[in-house]
C-alpha cells in the first residue's frame, strides 16, 4: 500500500509505514470487527484485512443472526464465512457475542415458558455456538452490556434478567466454560469511560466471580468514545480493570469526531490532529497500563469509516475508524502506532 500524504503534526509520515502493517508494528494484537457480506462481496475490505491479525464476528454470531426465526433453527452461514477466512489466513477469532440484552429474534421477546423452559433454550444456545467453534474461536465475549449507567443490572429491558434472575450472567458464563474448557471467557461491556459507577458495578462482580469459582478470563473494554471523551475517565477504566488480573480487550474502539451530530461538519485538519492524538493517548495507554500478558489487544469496529455502524445509526457525516471510505489508510493511522512505541 503506498501512500504519500504526510499526516502528523509531529512529524511522523504515513509513508514511514508504506511497507509495514498494524499487526507487523504491534506489540499485541490488532483486530477489526467484520461483516461476513463485506467480506465476500468487497475485494478491498478483504485486503484490508491483512493490517488485522485479530478478527470478531460483528453481527454473525449474535442470537438474532444464528437462531433468527425459531427455537433450535440454527444459521451458521454468516459466521462459518468468517471463521474459514480467519482460518485460512491464521487469524485470531474473538466470538461476539453469547448472551446480550438487544438484537434477540422476535421469537424469544416473545417465548412463554417458565425458568426451567428459559433456561433451557439459553443454556442450549450457549453451548451450541460455543461447541461448534471449539478449537476455533478463541474467546467469547459470553455477556455483553449487563449493566446500566448507574451500576445497576439492567433487568426491564432484558429477558434474560427477567426470566432466570440477576445471576444469569453466572449461568452463562458456566455453561459457556462447559462447552469449552479451554476457550476465554470475556465480559465485555461501554461507557465505562464516562461512568466510573458502571466500572465499578463490573468489578464488584469479578470480585464475587473470583469468590464463588465462576470462570471468567478477561474484560472488555468497548471504547466507543468521542473527540471530547475525557483522558481521565479512560485512564481509570483501563488501570482497574487491569488490577483485576485478567486479560483485557479494547473491543471495539472507534472515535467519533461528530458527536453533536451537526450535519454540516467536515472533517478538517483540527478534528483529524484531535482525533489522531486520542487513538495515540488509548494506545498508549493501554501499552503501559496493562501488563503485556494481560494484554488481549485493541480491536477497531469495523474497517473503514463507511462500514461504521456509527454512520448507519447516527449521522453520515462521522470517520471513526483508521480507513476511509476507499480503505485507505487515514492520517490518524499514524497517530494509532505511534502508541506502539512512544
Ligand atoms: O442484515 C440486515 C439487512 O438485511 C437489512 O437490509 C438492513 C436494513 O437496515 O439491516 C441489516 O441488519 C442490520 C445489521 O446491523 C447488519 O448491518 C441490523 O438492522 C442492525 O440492527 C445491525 O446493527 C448492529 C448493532 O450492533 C445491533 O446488533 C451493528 O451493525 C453493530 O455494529 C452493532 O454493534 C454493537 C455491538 O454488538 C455491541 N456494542 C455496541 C456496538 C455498536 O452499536
Redesign the pocket.
Known amino acids: 500500500m503506498i501512500i504519500s500524504l504526510c499526516c502528523s503534526k509531529k512529524g511522523v509520515t504515513q509513508n514511514d509505514y508504506a511497507s509495514s502493517t498494524l499487526q507487523s508494528l504491534a506489540p499485541f494484537k490488532i483486530g477489526a470487527?467484520i461483516?461476513p457480506?463485506l467480506l465476500q462481496n468487497n475485494p478491498a475490505y478483504k485486503q484490508t484485512l491483512s493490517e488485522f491479525n485479530s478478527i470478531t464476528t460483528?453481527?454473525a454470531l449474535?442470537w438474532?443472526a444464528t437462531q433468527p426465526s425459531s427455537k433450535d433453527n440454527f444459521d451458521f452461514s454468516g459466521a462459518d464465512v468468517i471463521v474459514s477466512f480467519c482460518e485460512a489466513s491464521h487469524k485470531r477469532i474473538h466470538g461476539?457475542?453469547l448472551v446480550?440484552y438487544?438484537?434477540n429474534p422476535q421469537w424469544v421477546n416473545q417465548f412463554q415458558g417458565d425458568s426451567a423452559a428459559w433456561d433451557a433454550i439459553f443454556k442450549n444456545h450457549i453451548q451450541t455456538l460455543v461447541s461448534r467453534y471449539k478449537g476455533k474461536i478463541s474467546s467469547w465475549d459470553v455477556v455483553?452490556?449487563a449493566f446500566n449507567e448507574d451500576g445497576s443490572l439492567r433487568v426491564s429491558n432484558c429477558v434474560w434478567a427477567l426470566h432466570l434472575g440477576k445471576d444469569y450472567i453466572a449461568k452463562a458464563f458456566t455453561y459457556a466454560r462447559e462447552a469449552d474448557p479451554s476457550v476465554l471467557l470475556f465480559y465485555?461491556d461501554?461507557g465505562q469511560e464516562n461512568s466510573p459507577a458502571k466500572t465499578a458495578a463490573i468489578l464488584a462482580m469479578v470480585k464475587d466471580f473470583k469468590q464463588r469459582g465462576i470462570p471468567i478470563d478477561g474484560l472488555g473494554i468497548?471504547m466507543?468514545i468521542n473527540i471530547n471523551t475525557p483522558r481521565d475517565g479512560i485512564t481509570n477504566v483501563v488501570r482497574q480493570f487491569a488490577a483485576t488480573g485478567l486479560k483485557i480487550h479494547i473491543s471495539?474502539l472507534d472515535i467519533s469526531v461528530n458527536p453533536q451530530k451537526d450535519k454540516n461538519l467536515l472533517y478538517n485538519q483540527a478534528l483529524q490532529d484531535r482525533q489522531s492524538d486520542l487513538f495515540y493517548f488509548v494506545v498508549h495507554q493501554y501499552r503501559t497500563l496493562v501488563p503485556s500478558s494481560q494484554q488481549w489487544g485493541i480491536t477497531t469496529?469495523?474497517v473503514g469509516d463507511a462500514d461504521?455502524?456509527i454512520r448507519?445509526?447516527n449521522i453520515k457525516n462521522d470517520w471513526p475508524l483508521l480507513f476511509d471510505d476507499n480503505y485507505k489508510r487515514k492520517p490518524v493511522y499514524a497517530g494509532f502506532i505511534k502508541g506502539f512505541s512512544e
Open positions: 470487527a461483516s457480506y460483528e453481527n449474535k438474532g461476539h457475542n446480550w438487544q438484537y455483553n452490556e465485555n461501554y468497548q466507543h471495539e469496529w469495523n461504521s455502524w448507519h445509526f
